[in-house]
């Protein structure tokens, strides 16, 4: 399918219809194990559903094929996605370097699970590339982390350039890429090693289903990703997987709006009086926007402002009405969270607490003016 543009492969993409009755949708395989035709005849190699099931494979020939790799691998939660890739690369007396905004759970993962196993770990301004050279250790960084657009402050890293530094020293370049989506950024092609995603948020793009993957190239990491994902056992269930299917085949119009919605409004909030900033990458003061508008096809769903202080923060997320607050982000409806307290609370008092004024917006498919008359309702409420 590769020569097929994006929304073509992100509909036909490991999706062939069932050869058995023609069902155009392929079956949800609801089943834990495989006939054998005589012991290790396995059909297709599936032998027992930890090790594979057929509409697991589906997705993760989907999700490859999106982000240009040649292996995906889905799991049952982005951290857990997270958890097996780490696992496969470091061991005692390695090093992790993360972005200094990286989403909280990544950072609790490798401090509060890995670093009692003998990993190091430090944090860095990722958009500073003197900085990260810096904080690079030829001798122990085995792990570069990076999300882009970050989570909540929206910094823009140049993926290019970290690449390259971070392979100077032999260490892998792994990428979030939650926020943009295959749809509006692939970082393999821009240089990374490793792309890593929850699911759960744009890929599913309905807040109905958890989920994980990791994307690679061939090589000795992948076989040993391929082999942990079975050996601990993480994996996404058949439903999971189905319900993931389902929602990426909308991602590109999906993405579309959510883009074109969000610049919309983030366009209208700049200089009201009652926010100190906001930050989008679309917008043309945005630090990051050149970098942005070259890595990414637009600026995606993502908006956050800062007010005045905390008190008024809380009160402008705690008064928005389409905007419901909640965890979580990238479904088609609208979402606030105050970071401060909820995604980011486990990182209160690190290099990565977010200050208690921002609020982040995770802006949904629906009409915009309704959407706008929300955020700007709710700010003459504050
Ligand atoms: C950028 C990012 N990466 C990873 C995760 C973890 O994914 P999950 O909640 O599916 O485990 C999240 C969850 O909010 C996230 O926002």
């Known amino acids: 399918m590769t020569d097929y543009d994006f929304s073509t492969r992100a509909i036909r993409t490991g999706q062939e219809f069932d050869p058995t009755t023609g069902s155009v949708i392929p079956p949800v395989y609801f089943t834990t194990t495989f ?3 005589g012991i290790g005849g396995f059909r297709n190699g599936y032998e027992y559903a930890r090790g594979g099931n057929p509409t697991r494979t589906s997705l993760e020939t989907l999700l490859a094929g999106l982000e ?12 857990a996605a997270e958890d097996t890739l780490l696992r496969a690369i470091l061991a005692p007396g390695d090093h992790v370097l993360m972005g200094n905004d990286v989403y909280g759970g990544s950072h609790r993962l ?11 770990l430090s944090t860095v301004e990722m958009v500073d590339l003197d900085a990260v050279r810096a904080a690079i250790r030829p ?10 657009p970050s989570n909540p402050l929206m910094k823009i890293t140049d993926i290019a350039a970290v690449a390259e530094l971070a392979h100077a020293v032999g260490a892998i370049v792994v990428v979030d890429n939650t926020f ?19 699911t759960t948020k744009y890929l599913g793009g309905h807040s109905d289903v958890l989920g994980g993957a990791v994307i690679l190239n061939e090589g000795d990491l992948a076989e040993k990703v391929a082999f ?7 994996v996404s ?6 319900l993931t299917i389902r929602g990426i085949k909308t991602l590109a119009v999906r993405m579309d709006r959510h883009s074109s919605n969000a610049q919309t409004i983030a366009e209208k909030l700049v200089g009201h009086a009652k926010l100190e900033r906001v930050y989008y990458p679309g917008l043309p003061d945005h630090p990051g926007h050149e970098l942005a508008a070259t890595q990414m096809k637009s600026f995606g769903g993502m908006i956050s402002v800062q007010l005045a202080d905390g008190p008024t923060a809380r009160r402008f997320a705690e008064s928005m009405t389409l905007f419901q607050l909640a965890e979580s982000l990238g479904g088609v409806e609208s979402l606030v969270c105050y970071p401060a307290e909820m995604t980011h609370a486990s ?3 690190t290099s990565l607490e977010v200050p208690d004024s921002v609020v982040r917006l995770s802006v949904g498919i629906e009409g915009v003016d309704d959407l706008l008359g929300d955020v700007l309702g709710a700010l003459d409420r504050v």
């Open 139 to 148: 001798d122990a960084t085995k792990v570069v982390w990076l999300e882009t």
């Open 228 to 234: 942990l994902q079975f050996g601990i056992g993480a």
């Open 237 to 242: 269930g058949p439903m999971d997987a189905w």
């Open 347 to 349: 990182v209160k008092g």
């Open 110 to 120: 490798v401090s509060r699970a890995f670093i009692p196993w003998g990993i190091s």
């Open 180 to 198: 943009a989506s295959p749809y509006l950024q692939q970082p393999l092609s821009l240089g990374a090693d490793v792309v890593v995603h929850s």
């Open 35 to 37: 006939v054998q035709d």
């Open 68 to 79: 240009g790799g040649d292996r995906g691998f889905s799991f049952a939660s982005g951290l």
